[in-house]
Structure formats: C-alpha cells, structure tokens
C-alpha cells in the first residue's frame, strides 16, 4: 500500500494530540517544503485537503482556523509559513518523525478501501523530480 510521509505525520499527530486538522510541512530543502493539509474523518483517520506538494513556505495555503503544525519544516521555515498560515494555527507538534504504526494505520484503510496495488506496481511518489540545485 503506497502511504505518503506526510500522511503517516498527520495520523501520528491525530494520535498524539488529538488535533482533527493537521498541517505537514517537511524541510525539502533548496527553500522549498514537502507540504500537506490533512482533517480527521468519523473513523480517526487522517484525509487530504487538497493536494501534496512541493512549495516556497510563502506558497502554503489554509483557509480556516484550528490547524496544527508538525514536521521539520516549521523549525526550517517558521517565520514564512507562519506568515502564510496568517494565525490559522492553534497547536504545534514537536515530534520530528514518522511512526510504523501510524503508517499500518493509514495502510490498512486504503487496503480496505482500494484493495492495494501488486507489488511489481508499488512504486514511490516524489513530490519533486529534481533533487539537484544546478548552478547556471
């Protein structure tokens, strides 16, 4: 089952914090972050709100309040993004990674609800292609 970081960050974070809207920042470095906005649904489970990608932390976007803040791109970024965020945001997690179970958790629900993908098809998704600053 093809599970997304950001996903698994948001789902440690519900389990964590019990926060219902969860926004994922990860340092992508080259002044960009890997970003997510996520919301509980009825069975505890984290959703996306819009899409994943890969952004200047001036770019991000919520448009309600009572959002919280994980992952290593607040510490890299935080003035940016809390700017972008203009005091949507009410909490900030500090925990930096990813945990297995939220992982099984998110994997097992797609299972149910997609029925997974063979492995020869289970491939990685990268939110950007290059990985490389090259100079001019």
Not at 18 to 26: E, F, I, K, P
Not at 79 to 96: I, T, V, Y
Request: glycine letters at 8%; one cysteine or more; a negative charge.
């Amino acid at each position: 089952m093809p599970v997304s970081t950001l996903a698994g960050l948001a789902q440690g974070c519900y389990r964590r914090l019990q926060s219902a809207r969860v926004a994922v920042a990860l340092d992508a470095r080259m002044q960009e972050v890997y970003w997510g906005a996520y919301q509980v649904d009825a069975n505890a489970v984290m959703r996306l709100a819009g899409e994943e990608r890969c952004c200047a932390p001036a770019e991000v976007n919520l448009e309600e309040s009572g959002w919280c803040a994980c992952g290593s791109g607040w510490d890299a970024y935080s003035s940016d993004l809390k700017a972008a965020c203009n005091g949507l945001l009410e909490q900030f997690d500090e925990e930096p990674h990813c945990h297995a179970q939220d992982i099984a958790t998110l994997a097992v629900t797609l299972l149910r609800e997609d029925g997974g993908v063979p492995a020869e098809q289970a491939m990685p998704v990268y939110l950007r292609n290059q990985v490389a600053h090259v100079k001019a």
